[in-house]
C-alpha cells in the first residue's frame, strides 16, 4: 500500500497476556518510529529504528515493552504481562530518510484495551 | 514537565472566519516545528511545517507563525471549512526526536 499499515486495528488482551503489534511503514522508509497515545493526549515518543539498528529506545516505559526491525522494513511492538495501563493506541511512523527536518508519515494506529 | 504545550484543549469558530491554534515550546534547540491533523479513528496527517530560520510557511488555507523569541508558534486557518473540523497537534522536533503537544479540538460551525 502506499501509506504506513498497521495491524491489528484493535486489540483486547486480558491483563498478564502478552501482544504484538505490527508496522508495516511505506517501502523504502529508512526512518521508523513507535508512539503511544493516551486518551486526550499527544503521541508520546517510545523508540526509533534507522534500517534494522534500534538508535533510541530511552521511551519504552519498562522492560515489558520490546520492539524490533529485523530486515529495517516490518516493525513488531510486543508488550508482555500487560497491565491495565498499557491501554492507549500504538502509533507507528516512518521517514524516507535518517534525516530530520521532515514531516513523518503515519499509520492509523492499534487501539489497545487491557481488561 | 512538558517541552510542547497547547493550552486550549477546544476552540469553535463560525464557518468563513480565521481559526488561530496556538503552541508553546521550552527548548531551544527544537529546530523544525509542524502541525497535524488528526480525525477520529485514524493517525496524525502533516498539515504544514516551518524551519526555525523562518518565520511564516504558508500553504492554501493554512498558515504557520514562528516566534522564536518567545517559543511560540500558531496556525491559522483563513477560511475556516466544517471540514477542518478536528483535534490538531503541533509538534516540534531535534533531529530525529518528535515532541507533541496534546492537541486543540477545533469544531467549525456551520
Known amino acids: 500500500g502506499a501509506g504506513v499499515s498497521q495491524s491489528p486495528r484493535y486489540k483486547v488482551a486480558k491483563r498478564g497476556q502478552d501482544v504484538a503489534l505490527r508496522c508495516d511503514p511505506i517501502?523504502?522508509?529508512?526512518?521508523l518510529f513507535w508512539y503511544q497515545q493516551a486518551l486526550g493526549q499527544g503521541p508520546e515518543f517510545l523508540t526509533y529504528?534507522?534500517?534494522?539498528?534500534?538508535?533510541?529506545k530511552s521511551g519504552l516505559p519498562s522492560d515489558r515493552f520490546f520492539a524490533e526491525r529485523p530486515e529495517g522494513s516490518v516493525s513488531t511492538l510486543k508488550i508482555q504481562r500487560t497491565q491495565q495501563e498499557d491501554s492507549a493506541v500504538y502509533l507507528c511512523a516512518s521517514l524516507v530518510s535518517a534525516e530530520g527536518n521532515q514531516p513523518q508519515h503515519f499509520g492509523d494506529g492499534t487501539r489497545l484495551s487491557i481488561l | 514537565d512538558q517541552q510542547v504545550k497547547q493550552n486550549s484543549p477546544s476552540l469553535s469558530v463560525q464557518e468563513g472566519r480565521i481559526s488561530i491554534l496556538n503552541c508553546d515550546y521550552t527548548?531551544?534547540?527544537?529546530?523544525?516545528f509542524l502541525w497535524y491533523k488528526k480525525y477520529p479513528a485514524e493517525g496524525p496527517t502533516f498539515l504544514i511545517s516551518?524551519?526555525?530560520?523562518?518565520d511564516k510557511n504558508e500553504d492554501g488555507r493554512f498558515t504557520v507563525f514562528l516566534n522564536k523569541s518567545a517559543k511560540h508558534l500558531s496556525l491559522h486557518i483563513v477560511p475556516s471549512q466544517p471540514g477542518d473540523s478536528a483535534v490538531y497537534f503541533c509538534?516540534?522536533?531535534?533531529?530525529?526526536?518528535?515532541?507533541f503537544g496534546t492537541g486543540t479540538r477545533l469544531k467549525v460551525l456551520a
Open positions: 529504528f534507522q534500517n534494522e539498528a534500534q538508535l533510541d
Open positions: 527548548n531551544s534547540m527544537f529546530d523544525y
Open positions: 517501502s523504502g522508509h529508512v526512518s
Open positions: 509538534a516540534a522536533s531535534a533531529a530525529y526526536k518528535y515532541i
Open positions: 516551518i524551519s526555525s530560520i523562518k
